[in-house]
């Protein structure tokens, strides 16, 4: 039987509920289900978590607008993607196909991404992945393909002026043989030789050895002004603390994309002194004065703090950069969906036709900042930052308008048919 209290509770949440969406006869329209591809195991399971974390509140914050076109919309999430692109795979057509899912915001595992593409557009549904290596969106991407958050080719696109001007042009890069790895490798091996620098590559196998001791040693220190690492964040940790061992810190530039240590603490002493070309800034102070309003209701509604911390867990980074692909997904697909009066996947191509070359002016839902989400290859665009570890915090040292990210694009999947 219920107590009183749990009746009043329970009376109060229905309440709401047809307050916000008024009761629901067979004759109304159901809920806009968005499948999530959520890797809960395997080197990505930390960014999943709070991937999943970032996608429900902002589903909650949707809902609370009346939803998308007067229907409420639904999280539906996969069992496991487990950071397996074959997987992942099969978790996407599951969410499709058994789940009813009309949308999916992807795995953070670029690998995970690529081989789920050709699915979304046979399948003929929304996609937007979640991981950054540039070959998502420049080479197995089409038209069902969305980023919403950077690639490594915009990060690098965006920084290597800056990079070459205050670091250096000889580089050493050590870099995962997966996707992620391999994409930094390639884009920033392409910058230095056209601006007269040079670059040593030293791939690693994926998981990495043990004993990464023999991998410091191939480093040449008298050719190199920056030392360059590619790595899953665990990695990252063992690769940057090896190397502070060794007292690399001391010999040459650190430098690296945000996403290696995302969900690592920057007090730890071999972090010291280390620059990370991001996406945004780990800490609120840090951030635009014109974007602190949408900074702070972004952080309390996902549950970060204002040093990039968890709420419920202060000893938790929160890869609060990285998150905001899956946050702007949603608010893309409201966009979008809200200005074709999208009903079904049959509007899909009308709803497609509405995101590329989409602009987004900052707001809650943009609160990384104005953006612009170019047609021919699918991505986003934004600023970027370059920050460096001082006294164990961020801090930003420049902040890179999304313009300087732009880059020629191969592809142009507005050619393609739906």
Known sequence: MLTRREFLRTSVAVTTTLWLFGTRSPAQPQPIRIGHQLDRTGAVALFGKWHNRTIDAAIKLVNEQRGINGRPVELVNSDDAQTKPDVGK?????????????????????????????????????????????????????????????????????????????????????????????????????????????????????????????????????????????????????????????NLQNRVKILGLIEGIDILSTAEPWLEGAYFISGYPRRADQVPEELRDFDREYRRRVGISAEGFAFDNPKEVVPIADLFGSWQAVFLLKHAAELVN??????????????????????VGFSQGAQFLRAQDHLVFHDHYIERVEGGHLKVLARLPREKSLYKTNADYTKEEF
Do not use: C
């Open 90 to 246: 099969d978790e996407f057509e599951r969410l499709v196909t058994q789940k009813r899912v009309d949308f999916v915001i992807g795995s953070v595992f670029s690998g995970t991404n690529i081989a789920t593409a050709p699915l979304a557009k046979a399948l003929k549904t929304v996609y937007f992945p979640q991981g950054i290596a540039t070959d998502i969106s420049e080479k197995f991407g089409n038209r069902y393909v969305f980023k919403s958050y950077h690639t490594v080719r915009a990060a690098i696109e965006s920084a290597h002026e800056w990079v070459f001007a205050h670091l250096g042009k000889r580089f050493t890069i050590v870099h995962s043989v997966i996707d992620l790895g391999r994409s930094q490798a390639e884009d920033w091996s392409e910058k230095i030789r056209a601006a007269g620098g040079a670059v040593q590559l030293i791939p690693v196998p994926f998981p990495a050895p043990g004993d990464l001791f023999s991998i410091i040693q191939k480093i040449d220190l008298s050719k190199t002004d920056v030392l360059y690492h590619a790595f899953t964040a665990v990695e990252t940790a063992r690769f940057l603390q090896a190397a502070f061992d060794q």
């Open 342 to 363: 999208w009903r079904s996947k049959s509007d899909n191509p009308a709803l497609i036709q509405a995101l590329e070359g989409l602009t987004m002016p900052a707001s």
